[in-house]
């Protein structure tokens, strides 16, 4: 099982990168890390994962230590419709598990 | 957008009165999900299903029965509903069980028991 620990909250100025990050010091060598953000009550909706190698997508890069024990999800130009919670599930009994996350506030 | 659909989205129920929860894919994928979320908070799984009539309990199950007679639909009871059940919930689909699979949302159905 990984628990994951996320700051409960972060601000970011618009247009400004936004680093959100989490920690898995547990989490087991073949898990991969996966990103997910729910805006204003919607459903969860994918971000990006990785494994062990720095991701870029259209929405996000994400960076994770060489040992793996955490990892840094990157907005580059962090837009008012990026305030959203955050969550960098961790899993157990092998099914994921969503804790509280980060809410990002992007403020103009 | 992955193909899930919630129904009812609002429901306003009385204590005590049965309630069920459809949640509907059009993905044929073999896992789903059942979260409550609560204000403020994460999800909770509540029920998963990993095949027909193949279902299993998670973190929170008390006081909720689920079921999946065909892939396309996954159903969650509330047999008598009470206040604490006051959440949103959300169903999520997989294609697989295991944690490095990406799970997909519905747009959730915000349920009130008065």
């Known amino acids: 099982d990984a628990k994951t620990t996320q700051p409960p909250s972060m601000d970011c100025a618009e247009g400004r990168a936004a680093n959100l990050p989490c920690n898995h010091s547990?989490?087991?060598?073949?898990?991969?890390v996966y990103w997910y953000r729910q805006i204003h009550s919607q459903g969860p909706q994918y971000i990006i994962h990785g494994l062990k190698n720095n991701e870029t997508n259209e929405m996000a890069s994400l960076i994770i230590t060489e040992d793996r024990k955490s990892s840094t999800l990157i907005l580059p130009h962090a837009t008012l419709r990026d305030t959203a919670v955050y969550y960098c599930?961790?899993?157990?009994?092998?099914?994921?598990?969503f804790g509280d996350g980060t809410t990002l506030t992007v403020k103009p | 957008d992955a193909g899930i659909t919630q129904s009812p989205r609002h429901k306003v129920t009385e204590t005590g009165t049965p309630v069920t929860l459809r949640c509907h894919q059009t993905?044929?994928?073999?896992?789903m999900y059942w979260y409550r979320q609560d204000p403020g908070h994460g999800l909770r799984l509540i029920h998963y299903?990993?095949?027909?009539?193949?279902?299993d309990k998670g973190e929170v199950s008390d006081g909720y029965s689920v079921s999946r007679s065909k892939t396309e639909d996954f159903l969650l009871t509330l047999e008598s509903a009470t206040s604490s059940q006051t959440s949103v919930y959300f169903c999520a689909i997989s294609e697989s069980g295991h944690v490095n699979t990406e799970a997909f949302f519905g747009q959730g159905t915000r349920l009130t028991v008065v």
């Open positions: 993905e044929n994928h073999r896992y």
């Open positions: 299903s990993y095949g027909v009539k193949d279902t």
């Open positions: 599930p961790g899993t157990n009994a092998g099914k994921s598990t």
């Open positions: 547990t989490i087991s060598g073949n898990e991969y």
